[in-house]
């Protein structure tokens, strides 16, 4: 019997994944079957993953942190977005999606966008990368009023939270 076909799945952060999750990961895209719990039998799945990382899956595979045989499954065709520190001529457009998307959201009209507020965003490193973009703009979205949106840079800019010394990963 031929599995349906599925849709495909998407795994975000997948060099972050634990080694016994990458072994049952493998074996599903290897052996095209999955065994659901308290079954004893398999079922067969075609199985499309999609996946993303910020990490260097190469340099973890070589230190023996991410199963190399997973990566050369994975790596079947591999696409690289560039962090949005490296793509700033792609902000203005971003930042007039996410801003008519969170004003929508939040039930408010903004018409324009102030240019000193894309300045700001275009000098900034964003090293949340496109969900730190996100943010501020639902956060500036949320508090000002009136038709322009407006970032103020302390509230681009937050102080970054203190570190405990006990404390080993924030």
């Known amino acids: 019997m031929k599995p349906p076909m599925a849709a495909p799945s998407f795994s975000n952060e997948i060099g972050d994944l634990p080694p016994e999750t990458q ?3 493998l074996r599903v895209l290897q052996e095209k079957e999955i065994e ?39 790596n079947v065709f591999p696409i690289r977005v560039p962090p949005l520190r490296e793509r700033k001529d792609d ?4 930042v007039e999606y996410l801003v008519d998307k969170y004003a929508r ?20 490193d964003w090293p949340g990368n496109i969900r730190e973009l996100q943010n501020v703009i639902e956060r500036a979205v949320i508090l000002y009023h009136g038709d322009t949106f407006v970032v103020e840079k302390s509230l681009h800019t937050p102080e970054s939270p203190q570190r405990s010394p006990e404390c080993c990963r924030c």
């Open 105 to 124: 959201k939040a039930g408010k009209r903004l018409t324009t966008i102030h240019q000193e507020t894309l300045d700001l965003f275009k000098t900034y």
């Open 91 to 94: 902000i203005p457009l971003l």
């Open 23 to 25: 072994i049952a990961l």
């Open 36 to 74: 659901r719990v308290g079954s004893n039998h398999s079922v067969p799945v075609d199985v499309r993953v999609i996946t993303a990382t910020n990490r260097d899956l190469q340099a973890l595979a070589a230190a023996a942190t991410f199963r190399q045989n997973l990566l050369f499954r994975l």
